[in-house]
């Protein structure tokens, strides 16, 4: 018998190191001896039974260990983006993406950019019967509707920097905060004095200045390169959601509880939306509770194919190299982009439903519903133009001729449409060549807003401030601008021509001067 098993051991420790056992009272571990699992008769194991029991445990997990090298990959060797068998992800099924925790979490930043804009827009409808009620000339509400942007302009460049070094989650949630206290305190403000007033929605802007920022930041931490135009797509739609939202509601909410209803309604909104985003969201991919381990291995896999640099330990400084971003030619793209991109949206956005009401002579609600159905129209069309980018990407397109494609769709088109908009001799006509106007530019969100991205992933949040504040520059000209344009001119036609040729202008200026590679920033500045 002893026999047989020393053959037993030799042979299963032919090519192996195992050592023998120099005491012939080996043990085996309390933990197989004594388990309650194991049959009585394994409680006193002689030392040859030892052996080959020993020799049976190494070989299996070796053998064990060998089939986890295989087929195996924990979430922790998932940050380096490599699959177990070496081999690419493949993309994602419509079905998979639609239902990922990525998508969720793009859908929660949708609908705060739809509150966002909606607290906007209702100063927009509100100020037609706060004017007549108190006497505003069209130069005084211009001033009005401006105060929001008087706040905005302050927190984009330092909203962005707290957006690189805290993330994107906490910073929304704060701004969501903010500016819901902001708007369901404007009724309060308006009926107690006008500076008050002006003061209230100008906090608003501020506490709005973080939301582009922070969805910049989250898209960048949770979809990978090919899938970044869709994402920005589903969040913009969002935005111009709630512009159709904030238009189609305000006249219906101010009807049954007064001007100031939509301001309640909307803030109370917003304080229920940032208890969902803190209890149901996630910072990153990794530290999502409920993210499957197939989404964050296919996420932070594609996330190092697209920049090697992205999963390095985080170097961002409090204060960014605010210098070298200024040297850099396609910083300066992005910031003429942002600054005409905010003009027409603003333009757009506060002085159509006066438009409406004093060109075509519609009332007020009337005039909301026609100022409301483009921005619905650029929702969808926003989630064309980033599926479309995202497919010319994948199919070998350059991310440059990608962004300047879509950026070309998106300001030339509007520029034409304008066009048609001052010829337009009934209100249906007029509505739909706003509608074209306003749904090409969409397409500018799959070109300037995703490429902050690109070029510099790390301060894409001070980027996205620093374009943003010339943006809010230009909205307050052109905001503040068309009122006394119309004052002094008499008509809406000539300041949308203007317009139009800015619009044909910063798109010239985009095709030349930016880029879709990544740009080194952190390369010391000549002097």
């Not at 504040?469 to 909205?475: D, I, K, L, R, S």
């Amino acid at each position: 018998m002893n026999s047989t098993i020393r053959t037993s051991y030799l042979s299963l420790s032919r090519g192996r190191k195992i050592p023998k056992p120099e005491s012939p009272n080996l043990q085996l571990p309390p933990r197989s001896v004594n388990s309650p699992n194991r049959c009585n008769g394994f409680r006193n194991v002689s030392p040859a039974n030892s052996l080959l029991r020993i020799g049976l445990r190494h070989d299996s997990a070796h053998l064990r260990s060998v089939q986890s090298r295989r087929v195996r990959v924990s979430s922790k060797n998932a940050q380096f983006g490599s699959f177990a068998d070496g081999s690419e992800a493949q993309a994602p099924s419509f079905g998979e993406f639609i239902t990922s925790e990525r998508v969720k979490v793009v859908a929660m930043l949708a609908l705060a950019l739809a509150l966002c804009n909606a607290d906007r827009v209702v100063m927009s409808v509100a100020i037609v019967p706060l004017s007549l009620s108190n006497g505003w000339s069209r130069s005084f509400a211009g001033i009005v509707q401006s105060s929001f942007l008087w706040g905005y302009l302050v927190s984009p460049i330092a909203g962005g920097t707290l957006v690189d070094y805290y993330g994107g989650k906490a910073v929304m949630a704060w701004g969501v905060a903010l500016w819901s206290m902001a708007t369901f305190l404007t009724p309060w403000a308006a009926e107690t004095s006008l500076w008050l007033l002006l003061a209230m929605r100008a906090l608003l802007g501020i506490a709005e200045g973080v939301a582009l920022p922070s969805m910049n930041n989250m898209v960048a931490r949770w979809f990978p390169k090919t899938e970044r135009s869709r994402a920005v797509g589903i969040a913009m739609a969002g935005f111009q959601l709630g512009s159709s939202v904030g238009l189609m509601l305000s006249p219906i909410l101010m009807s049954q509880g007064g001007v100031f209803g939509p301001f309640v309604i909307f803030g109370l909104s917003g304080f229920l939306w940032v208890l969902v985003w803190l209890s149901a969201t996630s910072s990153t991919p990794d530290r999502s509770p409920q993210i499957s381990k197939y989404e964050l291995d296919y996420i932070q896999s594609e996330r190092q194919k697209s920049f090697l640099g992205e999963n390095k330990p985080k170097t961002t400084k409090v204060i960014p190299p605010f210098r070298r971003l200024l040297s850099k030619p396609p910083t300066w793209a992005l910031i003429v982009a942002n600054a005409m991109h905010s003009w027409g949206f603003f333009v757009f956005l506060s002085w159509m439903p006066i438009y409406f009401n004093s060109v075509y002579h519609v009332d007020l609600r009337q005039a909301a519903w026609f100022s409301a159905v483009p921005w619905t129209v650029m929702a969808v069309m926003g989630y064309i133009g980033g599926l479309w980018s995202d497919i010319m990407i994948r199919n070998g397109t350059s991310v440059t001729l990608t962004r300047n494609i879509m950026q070309s769709i998106g300001f030339i088109g509007p520029g034409i449409a304008l066009v048609g908009l001052t010829t337009a001799k009934s209100p249906s006509v007029a509505s739909a060549w706003l509608t074209l106007a306003v749904g090409l530019k969409a397409f500018s969100h799959s070109g300037f807003l995703v490429n902050l991205q690109e070029i510099a992933p790390q301060y894409s949040g001070v980027l996205h401030g620093i374009s943003n504040t010339a943006g809010t520059f230009a909205a307050i000209l052109g905001t503040v601008g068309a009122g006394f344009f119309v004052e002094l001119v008499g008509s809406f036609q000539g300041f949308l021509l203007f317009t139009s040729l800015l619009y044909i202008l910063a798109a010239l200026f985009y095709i030349l001067f930016s880029t879709g590679e990544r740009v080194d920033f952190d390369e010391p500045t000549p002097v």
